[in-house]
């Protein structure tokens, strides 16, 4: 796999439309997250590759720098205590570093794009690892909730709400029938009384009767 093919080929942009468009969206972007992570992994390391050589150019031109400014200095000096070949030999050397860290500035120049260019697509690919798992978290809301109405849908489909109302008028024509027997058994109960009962029920009566005429004949006299 080539560096950063994932950023390169697999834009956020693109990942959401294939996500759209799978059986199960949730388990796709964890394999997208995977393969990202990985990616990552492996952009980091070839980052830190990259900056690693960038310093070493960037050690080497200075290195040669301060060599060209020391023999300038010595050659200097060695033409004012008049030792011509050694001012000489002072320069040639000096000459030899100039284009040494020439080359090493070139070097140096390059790699450090090359690193900031690196640097830019690891930063960019470290914002879309995020914004994949941000993006995540509302996918699982949304899933959640789209399967939990899924589940009231069918649910509701299956209630006949006809066939309930029937079924309860029918209890409740039945409960009226209990109550109905019910009152009925009471009153028949209440006439079935034997003659006895009846009879003491009439001498009963009586005895009031006589008791309330003789106290109204009392005090009419």
């Not at 001012?87 to 020439?102: F, G, I, S, T, V």
């Not at 450090?112 to 690919?125: C, F, G, I, N, S």
């Amino acid at each position: 796999m080539s560096l950063f093919k994932r950023l390169r080929d697999l834009t956020l942009s693109n990942v959401y439309s294939l996500i759209e468009k799978a059986e199960d969206p949730i388990k796709m972007l964890d394999q997208y997250l995977r393969d990202m992570a990985d990616d990552l992994e492996e952009a980091e390391k070839a980052v830190a590759a990259q900056i690693a050589i960038e310093k070493k150019f960037k050690a080497l031109f200075e290195e040669q720098e301060a060599l060209v400014q020391r023999r300038a200095e010595q050659a200097e000096a060695a033409v004012q205590a008049e030792k011509i070949d050694l001012a000489r030999r002072a320069l040639e050397d000096k000459k030899a570093a100039q284009q040494k860290m020439d080359e090493y500035k070139t070097g140096y120049e390059q790699n450090k794009a090359a690193a900031d260019q690196l640097r830019t697509k690891l930063a960019e690919m470290r914002k879309q690892v995020t914004e994949m798992k941000n993006k995540r978290e509302t996918l699982v809301a949304r899933a959640n909730a789209a399967k939990a109405q899924t589940n009231i849908n069918k649910a509701m489909a299956g209630f006949n709400s006809d066939t309930a109302m029937a079924g309860l008028k029918r209890m409740e024509d039945k409960v009226l029938q209990m109550e109905g027997e019910a009152e009925a058994s009471n009153e028949l109960s209440a006439k079935e009384k034997s003659l006895d009962e009846e009879f003491a029920a009439l001498n009963k009566d009586k005895d009031i009767e006589d008791e309330l005429a003789a106290l109204m004949n009392k005090h009419q006299k």
